[in-house]
T-cell receptor, first 113, second 109 residues
């Protein structure tokens, strides 16, 4: 298996623009997690899905962030409008079940100017 | 105060030394994870444990539930072990992972 796939790997955008990050989980995994990593705050859970259904989105910073999982093989994290403080590395991870070992994607490094 | 505290923040060792990284947490948990983040940024799950001890190669993870403490040990350390090691806990009754800030390990040849 190719592992968790994220795209793009790097994104540079200007403040106010819409940003869409994409994730393809490992085939057969039922849980998908979106994380954000910054120097100041470390790794933080934004939202996770189980069987394509959002279970916990309490980590989503504000209404500018939204996440969808239209099917078992694809998820998006959208920021609209983006702000410089959104600059971070965004990781997607998947696991067989909510409590199983998580496999991380390579991350998307987002820079908002 | 963070729910998950790691120590030390930074650790430099010589090749061959025995390494210990500590993780303390303040909440009831159902599981604790140790993760490794390579210099290139990739994250790998090393261990998931809820009691006792687990071993994989030169890595050993232990947890003491009563003391709310876990340790990650590396025997015969090697420069390729240089990475950031992150402790994360799954709080009881929740599926969310809460992460420590990480310990940056540098092993010199």
């Amino acid at each position: 298996d190719a592992g968790v796939i994220q795209s793009p790997r790097h994104e540079v955008t200007e403040m106010g623009q819409e940003v869409t990050l994409r994730c393809k989980p490992i085939s057969g995994h039922n849980s998908l997690f979106w994380y954000r990593q910054t120097m100041m705050r470390g790794l933080e859970l934004l939202i996770y899905f189980n069987n394509n259904v959002p279970i916990d989105d309490s980590g989503m910073p504000e209404d500018r962030f939204s996440a969808k999982m239209p099917n078992a093989s694809f998820s998006t994290l959208k920021i609209q409008p983006s702000e410089p403080r959104d600059s971070a590395v965004y990781f997607c991870a998947s696991s067989l079940g909510e409590r199983d070992t998580q496999y991380f994607g390579p991350g998307t490094r987002l820079t908002v100017l | 105060k963070n729910e998950v505290e790691q120590s030390p923040q930074n650790l430099t060792a010589q090749e061959g030394e025995f390494i210990t990284i500590n993780c303390s947490y303040s909440v009831g948990i159902s599981a604790l994870h140790w993760l490794q983040q390579h210099p290139g940024g990739g994250i790998v799950s090393l261990f998931m444990l809820s009691s006792g001890k687990k071993k994989h190669g030169r890595l050993i993870a232990t947890i003491n539930i009563q003391e709310k403490h876990s340790s990650l040990h590396i025997t015969a350390s090697h420069p390729r072990d240089s990475a950031v090691y992150i402790c994360a806990v799954r709080q009881g009754g929740s599926e969310k992972l809460v992460f420590g800030k990480g310990t940056k390990l540098t092993v010199n040849p």
